[in-house]
């Protein structure tokens, strides 16, 4: 073995070699190298609730100290809508679904806020807003378009909360943008999209964030919104869009359909218990699944429909409101557009835009009116929008400044948009009639005609029915606005489309003129007509629960038919009874029984009420009482029901139903009134003429007495019509008492009505018994009873005899208490006082009554003007007129019960209790000057010799009157009692007054010193002096109290005011003069007077002495023992203030004095 060798190592490197890394792989780490990564851990604790709802308190209070400084949205995140409105924009829907909650968030946290600061915030942000939210209405989810259609119903609901933003005028200028995305998604390729466009167009069309049913019936949503009116103007563009999808939807496949088999066929139960287990469990899988996509389509086709007839009853409300309105053209070219912080002139939203846009505001201005205050603008409110010219105006405003000559310039194009109108509305007519086909198909036909039918098709039946009743009311607008150029033709309609009977609806575009249009339109007004007929009444398949749900669907195609078959816009010249007239008046007339008490435990808001559905009948009833047309002459008029048989049986129906006899103490025949008290009937009219139903039964009737009230005494009229109208009319105060005020329009029909008919009344009773008919003693008893029933107009409503409490004798009136003539507008305010001036001879009652409103009405002015507690009061010129005529009745009332009205109507014993005499002014006085003038004159010409008839029965409230004042000091001036004294002083001088100048006028005496009076003794003189010297001191402390007469203008104003009265009486009055210096003279010289009476009482003598008005005072002053009592006065007066401030005064006044006594010797 060979040996081994040890082979030396080599030497150890000062520094090792660095390796290389390989291709495709990272070089190793170093040998020193320090690793510096490190882990973290964290633990997810979730919030407690407690501490959430601390967290959302106190965010909610920050968001509101932030968006009042901000006008910002935040959510209860704190993102901002900048933020969220970026995340609508990911293609992910989750994403743009997160956004969408973000925002509803946002806006549903304003309900934290005050209403007021919620609402200004939302408004301030809907430019940015809006924009993003229609985007999401177009998205391809479901989910993102769900809860955009649920924010925007957020946003309606939210401005909804405020007072000021009810009528979504700041949403207004933003509908012409919502209406194009609106179309834009009904006109999608997508069905989902375009049956939630549909969802969009009920909620434009609506303004609420869940449309139903109850609401297109309800009357109170007959106030449309200023969103509405202006989505009115959209209605053309949306239309044809909602038809497409409407045919798009089959109303035959339908959950109701399992449910009539459920009803109808109970028999086959039987052969269904012979399947066996598997196959009925796989039976009832496969029924659950086909009733749930059933139950869809049902509630799609539902709301499909509900957005097309709140878009046609839309646009009928708006063609109401705007017809009365005029608007001018004005020329474009005058316009410039001027981008500006502020406000002047006009401006408006721009409509259309584009869907990136942002701001949609553009300011339009001219010229002139950048001179006009400008306004900054703080929010959307603080814009005036202003009215566009293409889609706000009338077609006859659009027309207006047009010569007729241009009109016929253009047959063609006007007969070409005449046609596509037309034939739009008849396509629309055709396709409601297909859906009626079908939705009738789901039910079983009878023997005869009627419809057998589940009551799960009820509704929607109704739906369909509404919706031809708003389309044909629509193209009858429509026709009116051009019947001036395509005139009625008498034309058979039928015969005029026998050509056409084959091509059915395509048949339509070979149309040539606008006249086989309106023909074309006739034939499918006569299909539906005579469809519906077919169906009509609809019953259950058996005994029902709800007998009521029928009926409405009935009244609803009675109001159908009546309005289809109503008006023929073809018509031959002779008169036939149409075929549904006979079916609806068979139907109608059992039904007007009016059962008062289903009202009372029913409220009206119930969309299948009794009265709703009564109240349709009524609008039937009345199609089928009034005459077609408005001709005036008997022999022309034509009637739907012909037989005069059946009208008045009909009549006497709807009479028994909605106005029965009611009782009247001051009936003396007992014709129209019941022979006995009814109370309890009084409470059932009062109960249903609350009711829609009650309201057009009232129209009814001023229908009626408008077309016959001329010819109610004419040998042409029927007895039996005229009493049964007259004694309809004598309900109608019962009727008006019931509203309170409530319905304005109704009252003032009401009111008119009756106000025409009394017209008639000879109230003399000069009548010979051999011209009095039973009609002319039902007027006579009619208007004796109006007397005592209009009495409630006038009482204050808790004290009326309507609510059932006692009466309390009131010693004061309260001015808190409303009667219902106060609320009531002017014009039916003088509709009530002029009827009661055509019936002369007021009660006791309503003269007392109406001297209060009168006398309300005067404080409540005073009140108001000096900024005091406003009070519920007729105005001072009703209350003027008020004054006149009772004025023009005062021969037939008693002559107590007229001066009663008149003291009491001047509202002088009211004085106490305003706020205003606190203020204690001596021109306070003065206030009440134009109340005691119209006493005056009223007083005065009362009746002749009105001196020796009328002022004795005055004296006792006179006599109280001027010892007011001097109950004054009596009184140390107490504040709550100071200016009535004054006033009623004053007042009583001044009557004194007025009736001396009366005399003076009539003796025609004026030059001379004084005249023969039978109205003053020496107590009245001696009351009528203590009361003139006592308002001279009253008005002199008043004086020295304040700074009111600082000058001497003012006092010398004062003065002429106070005094004036009283120069008349001491003019013309023998011996008042006199015995007014005296008594001046033996106060002065009791030295117990302040400078300040000194100063009022020589002012008062220069104002007597000066005076020229009626006559000069100097020129009586002629006897030497009136000279020497008056120097004596100045006399003494100017010893006692010399020395003193008033010195110069005193000279004046004994300068004045001897120059008047020298001047007459």
């Not at 009920?202 to 509405?228: N, R, T």
């Not at 019931?738 to 009548?767: C, D, F, H, M």
Request: glycine share 4%; charged share 25%.
């Amino acid at each position: 073995m060979a040996p081994t060798t040890n082979k030396s190592k080599p030497p150890a490197r000062d520094f090792a070699k660095r390796p290389r890394a390989k291709v495709g792989k990272r070089a190793p780490a170093k040998v020193n190298a320090t690793d510096t990564s490190f882990k973290t851990a964290t633990v997810a604790v979730r919030s407690q609730g407690q501490s959430l709802d601390k967290g959302r308190q106190q965010q909610g209070k920050d968001a509101t100290l932030s968006s009042a400084k901000r006008m910002e949205l935040f959510s209860s995140r704190g993102n901002t809508l900048a933020t969220l409105q970026m995340s609508l924009r990911h293609h992910a829907a989750p994403v743009r679904a997160s956004g969408l909650k973000g925002i509803r968030d946002a806006v549903q946290s304003l309900s934290l806020l005050d209403a007021a600061i919620g609402v200004a915030i939302l408004e301030a942000n809907l430019p940015s807003l809006l924009p993003h939210l229609c985007r999401c209405w177009l998205d391809e989810d479901d989910d993102v378009r769900a809860l955009a259609l649920n924010l925007y119903g957020d946003i309606l609901k939210c401005l909804s909360s405020s007072l000021e933003s009810v009528d979504l005028k700041c949403l207004a200028p933003f509908v012409p943008f919502l209406c194009a995305y609106a179309s834009s998604a009904l006109n999608s390729l997508d069905r989902s999209i375009r049956i939630d466009g549909s969802s969009i167009v009920a909620m434009l069309a609506s303004a609420v964030q869940s449309p139903s049913f109850s609401q297109l019936m309800s009357s109170s949503s007959s106030k449309m919104s200023a969103m509405s009116r202006e989505l009115s103007h959209h209605v053309d563009s949306l239309l044809p869009s909602m038809e497409r999808l409407l045919t798009s939807v089959s109303l035959g496949r339908r959950a109701s359909s399992s449910g009539r088999s459920a009803e109808s066929q109970k028999s086959n139960t039987a052969a269904g218990q012979k399947r066996g287990r598997s196959g009925k469990n796989a039976s009832s899988v496969q029924t659950k699944a086909v009733s749930k996509r059933e139950s869809r389509e049902s509630s799609t086709a539902q709301s499909i429909l509900l957005s097309l007839a709140f878009l046609l009853r839309t646009s009928l409300i708006s063609n109401d409101d705007m017809s009365g309105m005029n608007h001018t053209i004005r020329d474009k070219t005058q316009r410039d557009l001027s981008p500006s912080l502020y406000v002047s002139g006009e401006c408006s939203f721009l409509k259309g835009g584009s869907a990136q846009s942002n701001s949609l505001l553009l300011i339009r201005g001219t010229e002139g009116s950048r001179a006009a205050d400008k306004t900054r603008i703080c929010s959307i409110r603080d814009l005036p929008a202003i009215q566009d010219e293409v889609t706000n105006n009338s077609i006859n405003a659009l027309v207006e400044d047009i010569p007729t000559d241009d009109l016929s310039s253009r047959p063609k194009e006007k007969d070409a948009e005449s046609m596509e109108k037309v034939q739009q509305m008849t396509s629309l007519l055709e396709t409601l009639r297909g859906k009626f086909v079908e939705i009738a198909h789901l039910g079983k036909k009878t023997d005869a005609n009627g419809l057998v039918s589940s009551s799960n098709d009820l509704e929607t039946m109704d739906v369909l029915v509404q919706i031809i009743r708003l389309s044909h009311s629509r193209f009858q607008l429509y026709y009116q606005s051009i019947s001036k150029h395509y005139p009625r033709t008498e034309t058979d309609a039928s015969n005029s489309n026998k050509k056409r009977e084959k091509g059915g609806k395509k048949s339509t575009k070979d149309l040539q003129n606008v006249q086989e249009c309106l023909v074309a339109h006739q034939t499918s007004v006569d299909r539906v007509l005579q469809l519906l007929l077919e169906n009509f009444p609809v019953k259950s398949f058996g005994e029902t629960t709800n007998p009521e749900r029928y009926e409405f669907s009935n009244a609803c195609i009675c109001s159908a038919l009546a309005e289809l078959g109503g008006g023929a816009m073809f018509d031959d010249g002779k008169k036939r009874t149409s075929p549904w007239v006979n079916t609806v008046f068979s139907y109608v007339l059992p039904r007007l029984t009016c059962d008062q008490d289903s009202y009372e435990s029913k409220p009206e808001d119930d969309s299948y009420s009794e009265s709703i559905s009564t109240n349709m009948l009524l609008k039937v009833v009345m199609k089928l009482l009034l005459p077609i047309g408005n001709n005036s002459d008997d022999n022309t008029k034509s009637y739907l029901l012909n037989n005069i048989v059946k009208r008045q049986e009909i009549l006497e129906a709807f009479a028994k139903a909605f106005f029965p006899q009611v009782y009247c103490q001051l009936a003396p025949h007992h014709v129209i009134y019941a022979s006995s008290s009814t109370a309890e009937l009084e409470r059932k009219i009062r109960n249903v003429a609350n009711t829609a139903a009650g309201r057009t039964a009232c129209i009814l009737v001023t229908k009626l007495v408008a077309q016959s009230a001329d010819s109610l005494f004419n040998d042409s009229t029927e007895t039996e019509h005229a009493t049964l109208l007259l004694q309809m009319i004598s309900v109608l105060p019962t009727y008006v008492v019931a509203w309170e005020g409530k319905y304005p329009t109704e009252t003032g029909l009401a009111l008119a009505s009756i106000l025409s008919v009394v017209r008639q009344w000879e109230a003399s009773g000069n009548v010979s018994e051999e011209s009095r008919t039973p009609v002319t003693l039902a007027l006579e008893e009619l208007c004796l009873g109006l007397r005592y029933s209009l009495e409630a107009l006038y009482i204050p409503i808790e004290d009326s005899p309507a609510v059932k409490q006692p009466r309390k004798k009131r010693k004061k009136a309260n001015l808190k208490q409303t009667c219902i003539l106060e609320r009531l507008p002017e014009q039916a305010q003088k509709l009530a006082i002029g009827l009661a001036g055509l019936l002369q001879s007021p009660t006791e009652v309503t003269a007392k009554e109406l001297s209060q409103i009168c006398s309300k009405a005067f404080i409540s002015h005073i009140a108001t003007t000096n900024g005091d507690q406003e009070y519920e009061a007729v105005s001072l010129d009703m209350a003027n007129y008020i004054r006149e005529v009772v004025h023009l009745s005062r021969r037939t009332m008693p002559m107590p019960t007229y001066l009663s009205f008149l003291l009491d109507g001047s509202g002088i014993d009211l004085t106490t209790g305003i706020s205003l005499m606190q203020k204690q002014s001596p021109d306070n006085v003065f206030l009440y000057d134009s109340a005691i003038d119209q006493l005056s004159r009223f007083l005065t010409t009362s009746c002749d010799k009105a001196s020796q008839k009328v002022l004795p029965m005055l004296r006792p409230i006179i006599e109280k009157w001027l010892l007011a004042p001097t109950k004054i000091k009596e009184n140390d001036g107490a504040s709550n009692e100071t200016m009535k004294l004054l006033v009623q002083g004053r007042s009583a001088i001044s009557i004194l007054s007025a009736f001396t100048w009366d005399d003076v006028l009539s003796h025609n005496c004026a030059d001379n010193d004084f005249v023969p009076s039978t109205i003053l003794d020496d107590k009245l003189d001696q009351l009528l002096l203590n009361s003139i010297l006592s308002l001279c001191e009253v008005s002199g402390s008043f004086w020295s109290k304040g700074s009111h007469f600082d000058d001497t203008e003012a006092q010398q104003l004062y003065l002429a005011k106070l005094m004036g009265p009283v120069a008349v009486l001491l003019r013309y009055r023998k011996g008042m003069l006199k015995q007014f210096l005296e008594t001046v003279s033996k106060r002065v010289a009791a030295q117990g007077m302040s400078e300040t009476e000194l100063e009022i009482y020589m002012k008062a003598i220069l104002m007597i002495l000066k005076s020229k008005d009626p006559v000069l005072m100097t020129s009586m002053i002629r006897s030497d023992d009136l000279q020497k009592v008056l120097l004596s006065v100045a006399k003494s007066i100017e010893t006692i203030v010399s020395g003193g401030p008033l010195a110069h005064l005193g000279g004046k006044l004994q300068h004045h004095v001897n120059t008047i006594c020298s001047s007459n010797q």
